[in-house]
């Protein structure tokens, strides 16, 4: 009897890196369009009906000169609109002064805080703090505003049926010129302040050597709520944060900020961040009715996302995505030779905050390398039992995101409390949008809006998912004119909106 021997993986990566890199891609092209029967492989429920928006890099490049980092890509905002088992796709960069500046004149005028110069060296760039606000992060529909939302500065408000730029936006008069506004709002969605409406709540952050973290809060209808200062000692990067009903809870990742390079010229901002595996990394406690802050400490590590926070007796519950070091911005490697080996996989963590010992315990919920993390919209700032990210197709290292992970966190931990739905070896994944069933009742009674790069056919598709049973594959696939480069954040809202024909 023969037997074929198992042949020896010598490669175990799941995907090609060229298929990888194409994904980043300048995208020169804005369209509107009803996608034909053709493009729509499968079924759309015909009860999800909405607008998904989402934003990212569009351009890699400005006028051929590639851009040190897609953190610093204009933003491209995509809107699909799905009704009655149709879908209309459209795209559209938005208009920021620095997009406009930059593409008439057909060259880079401005420095990225990611490291992207102006040409020159260091004596183009000699003093030049004036970024670009690149409106590149996150896009949300709320108090009927549709806003591009981008950390460093104000939002640009959109037109949601054309996604035309109007303006930057002040949420009236509650922003000043130029004020920070993050990319990552929350929307509580049972506010008791507020005899449980929904609520939007955001912030941000002006750092220096002391930082201080401005909250804001808004009704449905836009109108500001509350706002709050507070100050805490040291540089901040905080690009996220989680809520609770009752408080806003935030990491301070165990950075120094030396903004000598960037003010000489030498580098970018994200290159003069260095983490300090010496330091605690800080938790902030916010009470959002403007009490005083609580801080705890735990071990470095560095966060960009949290997936969920909830308090549970003593206890507050944080899950957030860790790394166990913040990959520097190096200078003069193209991210797109990025040796992911060498950089730490982010991991799904909870961290167990004792509020009356004071005491930070944590546990890893997941291994596999993950970020982009989402869940059912009524589970924010309570205990929950489902969550979705992306994830590598591998189940260890760092990879490229080519998989999204259903998590029950209730469950013990088995392999049977995970389900993945992977588009590996040619497909990229990124964040997935939960979006919930009309009348369901179960917390993942409902769909995931996966919009995916297919590196086979250089374009990207909507993959539409039951989040019940995400390893059935998607329920229907809606193929796109062309490839949207890989994207940061988006969000879905029940209003259909399409451009007048
Ligand atoms: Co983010």
Known sequence: MTTTPTPLRLDPSSYRRDDWQRGYQSQRQESAQWLSEDAIEGTIPPELNGTFFRNGPGLLDIGG????????GDGMINAIALTNGRAHFQNRYVRTAGFVAEQNAGKLLYRGVFGTQKPGGWLANI???NFKNIANTNVIYWGGKLLALWEGSQPHRLDPKTLETISLEDLDGTLAPG???????????????????????????KAGLSSTIHTFEFAPDGTLLRRHARSIPGFAFMHDM?????????????????????????????????????????????????GELEIYETDPCFIFHHANAYESGEEMILDSICYANFPTVEENTSYLDVDF?????????RFRIN????QVRRTVL???????PSLHPDRVGRPYRYLYSGAAAQPSGNAPLQAVIKLDLEADSTPSDRQIYSVAPRGFTGEPVFVPRPGGTAEDDGWLLLLVYESAQHRSSLHILKAQDIE?????KLNLPYHIPYGLHGSFTPEVFIPAS
């Open 341 to 349: 080996d060498a950089l730490p996989p982010g991991e799904l963590w």
């Open 366 to 372: 997941e291994s596999r390398c993950c970020e982009f």
């Open 179 to 205: 004020e920070a506004f993050a990319a990552h709002p929350r929307v509580d969605p049972a506010c008791a302040a507020d005899g449980g409406q929904p609520c939007l709540v955001n912030f941000g952050v």
């Open 355 to 358: 509020r009356s010992t004071g």
């Open 127 to 129: 003093f030049d703090t």
């Open 65 to 72: 000169t590639p851009i040190a980092h897609p953190f610093d």
């Open 242 to 290: 989680a809520i609770t009903p009752r408080y806003s809870v935030f990491c301070q990742n165990p950075v120094t900020f030396n903004p000598l390079p960037m003010l000489l010229g030498f580098s970018g901002a994200g290159a003069c961040i260095k983490f300090d595996p010496k330091s605690p990394t800080k938790i902030y406690l916010l009470p959002r009715d403007g």
């Open 472 to 476: 059935a594959g998607p329920i229907a």
